[in-house]
């Protein structure tokens, strides 16, 4: 499975993007559960949001919640971050991950089997 990020961008405080995350490869990838994390200059990589393949169940991190929503498109293969009220905590590289068809919500990095190159946010003014 490759995944392809993009929308990140400079954005000024309580601003808003939206990234998006395409899949291909696999044609069962729509069953996949996705995650989103990010990595900050010097730190590990951190868990955003996880969504299953059934729609409607997702989680967050609470630095996050209320700020941020995830989805899915299950015909694009492709996964969405919106990001609203952006602070610069948020600016690191985002990430999206794949992890086959599972019940979980995974939130480590470690349980996910595929990613992507990941995309810059730098929240400034």
């Known amino acids: 499975v490759q995944l392809v990020e993009s929308g990140g961008g400079l954005v000024q405080p309580g601003g808003s993007l939206r990234l998006s995350c395409a899949a291909s490869?696999?044609?069962?990838?729509?069953?996949?559960?996705m995650g989103w994390f990010r990595q900050a200059p010097g730190k590990e990589r951190e868990f955003v949001a996880s969504?299953?393949?059934?729609?409607?169940?997702?989680i967050y991190a609470d630095s996050v919640k209320g700020r941020f929503t995830a989805s899915r498109d299950t015909a694009k293969n492709t996964v969405y971050l919106q990001m609203n009220k952006l602070n610069a905590e948020d600016t690191a590289v985002y990430y999206c991950?794949?992890?086959?068809?599972?019940?979980?919500?995974?939130?480590?990095?470690?349980?996910?089997?595929?990613w992507g190159q990941g995309t810059q946010v730098t929240v400034s003014t």
């Open positions: 991950g794949a992890k086959r068809p599972t019940l979980l919500l995974p939130t480590t990095t470690a349980e996910y089997d595929f």
């Open positions: 490869g696999d044609t069962g990838s729509s069953t996949y559960t």
């Open positions: 969504i299953s393949w059934i729609e409607g169940t997702i």
